[in-house]
């Protein structure tokens, strides 16, 4: 697939809250340190993982599923298998009226799970991962394509 930088760049700027679908408690999955990553950013990341709920993580309380968040949701990222797609698509549609988009993560696509969002107007991003457009976009990646700190001059 193939998505335009100002298409990414709008969808990452208006983007406020993102429920993050598949999140791990443990650092070093990929789940973990790119909803951290996400709300070290400013963005409000709601955790959904029925296998942690009720724990906390990034300062909210670990959702069960998509279906217990109350609050207003402009974005679902998906960290599951490209099977469940469906169902966590179809949740989301059912119960986050204010979703905008569907992000899936790198490896994760569903073209019918895509045109059922993006019949409701539901914008869909599908094997690309949102910490690495925010990088790339906003001007954070550096030598090598890493997001680096200050290179030590001592050896």
């Known amino acids: 697939m193939s998505y335009?930088?100002?298409?990414?760049?709008?969808?990452?700027?208006?983007?406020?809250?993102i429920a993050v679908v598949g999140v791990s408690m443990n650092p070093v999955r990929p789940s973990y340190y790119v909803a951290r990553y996400?709300?070290?950013?400013?963005?409000?990341?709601?955790?959904?993982?029925?296998?942690?709920a009720g724990a906390r993580l990034f300062g909210q309380e670990v959702r069960a599923s998509l279906s217990?968040?109350?609050?207003?949701?402009?974005?679902?990222?998906?960290?599951?298998?490209?099977?469940?797609?469906?169902?966590?698509?179809?949740?989301?549609?059912?119960?986050?009226?204010?979703l905008r988009t569907i992000w899936m993560q790198i490896g994760v696509e569903h073209a019918e799970a895509a045109k059922m969002a993006e019949a409701r107007g539901v914008d869909v991003i599908q094997n690309r991962c949102p910490k690495i457009e925010y990088q790339r976009l906003?001007?954070?990646?550096?030598?090598?394509?890493?997001?680096?700190?200050?290179?030590?001059?001592?050896l």
Do not use: Q
């Open 4 to 17: 335009s930088d100002t298409f990414l760049k709008d969808v990452l700027t208006r983007t406020k809250v």
């Open 38 to 52: 996400l709300s070290l950013r400013g963005y409000s990341v709601i955790p959904v993982n029925p296998g942690h």
């Open 68 to 98: 217990e968040i109350s609050e207003p949701v402009d974005m679902v990222d998906i960290f599951r298998r490209s099977e469940a797609v469906p169902g966590i698509v179809e949740e989301a549609l059912e119960f986050l009226p204010t």
């Open 138 to 154: 906003f001007g954070e990646l550096r030598m090598g394509g890493f997001a680096t700190g200050v290179i030590s001059s001592k």
